[in-house]
């Protein structure tokens, strides 16, 4: 268990667990914050009532479980799953441009409910520098989903390069984003904005490890 108490910041509770089930690794964790300030929102979509939880305490909690299966004798690939509950947000997407126009909008705690899937091999077969990792993360709330491939390799002691590609499917919400906000329908945003949604992502990135 932890506490954290700051001047001018949240007062902050946290706990923790983990422990083996047969093949299984099982964690769960939780965290508790009283005196939040920044502003939340509800009500119509047009025009929004913004209201304060400052005097509430506001959970965050994860639960998961990973298991190793091997596929032959030298290599195994480690499977995992997770949920992860956020009572700062929101169950659905229709307030998200107000978020975004009061800079509230925070990728990845913007739902109320989020499930995600992984599985990773390590040096798999003859490529003992590189390691593949198949990854999905979706927001429950506004069934949004996101699938993502990574491809790291060490190239020398220090240096390790990854690539990816990653798909947005789903509904249009927080990792398939796109808006169309006609002009005057936000008074942050007096000429409108209009974003259409992503399909696919790739990139490189190299890191160095000192």
Do not use: C, K
């Amino acid at each position: 268990m932890s506490a954290a108490v700051r001047r001018d910041r949240p007062v902050q509770l946290g706990a923790d667990i983990s422990t083996g089930v047969g093949l299984f690794d099982l964690r769960a964790e939780a965290a508790f914050q009283h005196g939040v300030s920044t502003p939340f929102f509800r009500g119509d979509a047009a025009l929004p009532e913004v209201y304060s939880r400052e005097d509430e305490w506001i959970m965050q909690a994860v639960a998961g479980a990973e298991v190793g299966i091997r596929y032959s004798d030298q290599d195994n690939v480690i499977v995992g799953a997770e949920y992860f509950f956020n009572d700062a947000g929101y169950r659905g997407r229709r307030l998200y441009p107000w978020l975004l126009a009061n800079r509230t909008f925070q990728p990845l705690y913007v739902g109320r409910h989020y499930a995600g899937l992984y599985a990773v091999a390590q040096a798999p077969g003859d490529f003992n520098d590189a390691t593949i990792i198949l990854s999905g993360i979706s927001n429950l709330s506004d069934s949004s989903t996101l699938a993502r491939l990574d491809w790291q390799v060490r190239v020398l002691t220090y240096i390790t390069f990854n690539a990816y590609g990653a798909y947005h499917f789903g509904e249009p919400g927080e990792l398939r984003f796109g808006l169309d906000i006609l002009p005057g329908a936000v008074p942050q945003l007096p000429d409108g904005l209009s974003l259409a949604p992503p399909l696919f992502d790739v990139g490189v990135a190299v890191r160095v490890s000192m």
